[in-house]
């Protein structure tokens, strides 16, 4: 069965440092990968999709992910952090007409 | 634009009640539809899928059930509620033809009590 996974459960950065999040995926042939954010008691906004192409993609609110098919990595980053980056991140993978998501990685921003 | 519109936000039941929780899509047609259930510092766990009205899949099996009686409309249920209902329900919605990204609802927090 295929699986998504995010090794890191919490993750916490200075505000202005830069980030990236960890997410690998389990089906090889020709994925297609999400990152969504969750703020609390809100729904899951969506920052970015690969589907095929350049391998690195730009999302919004100034993120971008790197795919990597030989580590099975879709990795999100963004280079300087704001304190509205406060939330936690789900990394997903279509299977047919559903997704299979990660565990989650909540992102904490000090001042 | 599209919007996906779920309620009540929030609900408080005890246990043994019946439950209806409602999502509905405006600007599409022909939506499948989602839902998930996010249990306290858990991730999402997709309970039901829709491909059309009266078509669900059933994902996990519980004491709850969906029903799809019109083409924008979503609605998740249940006869008699357990504690272990409790958590954060999340409606999404993807277009079938125009990518697999799918749109998630504002979610309706359960209490049961």
């Known amino acids: 069965a295929q699986s998504v996974t995010q090794p890191d459960i919490h993750i916490t950065v200075s505000e202005g440092a830069s980030l990236e999040l960890r997410c690998n995926y389990s089906?090889?042939?020709?994925?297609?990968l999400f990152w969504y954010v969750q703020s609390p008691g809100q729904g899951l906004q969506l920052l970015l999709k690969?589907?095929?192409?350049?391998?690195l993609v730009q999302g919004i609110k100034g993120f971008e992910a790197e795919f990597k098919r030989s580590q099975s990595s879709f990795n999100l980053r963004k280079p300087s952090v704001h304190w509205s980056d406060a939330a936690e991140y789900f990394c997903?993978?279509?299977?047919?007409?559903?997704?299979?998501f990660g565990t989650g990685t909540r992102l904490q921003v000090f001042p | 634009s599209q919007t996906i519109h779920q309620w009540p936000a929030t609900l408080v039941q005890p246990v043994g009640s019946p439950l209806s929780l409602e999502c509905t899509v405006e600007?599409?047609?022909?939506?499948?539809l989602y839902w998930y259930r996010q249990a306290a510092g858990r991730g999402l766990q997709l309970l039901f899928y829709?491909?059309?009205?009266?078509?669900i899949s059933s994902e996990v099996p519980q004491n709850l059930s969906a029903s799809r009686p019109q083409d924008r409309q979503f609605i998740l249920s249940s006869k008699k509620l357990l504690l272990s209902d409790s958590g954060f329900y999340l409606c999404?919605?993807?277009?079938?033809?125009?990518?697999?990204?799918?749109?998630f609802g504002p979610g309706t927090r359960l209490t049961v009590t």
């Open positions: 600007g599409t047609s022909n939506p499948n």
């Open positions: 999404a919605w993807r277009q079938p033809g125009q990518g697999f990204e799918q749109y």
């Open positions: 829709s491909v059309g009205i009266g078509q």
């Open positions: 690969y589907f095929s192409g350049d391998t």
């Open positions: 089906y090889g042939a020709t994925p297609y």
């Open positions: 997903a993978e279509r299977d047919t007409d559903k997704l299979i």
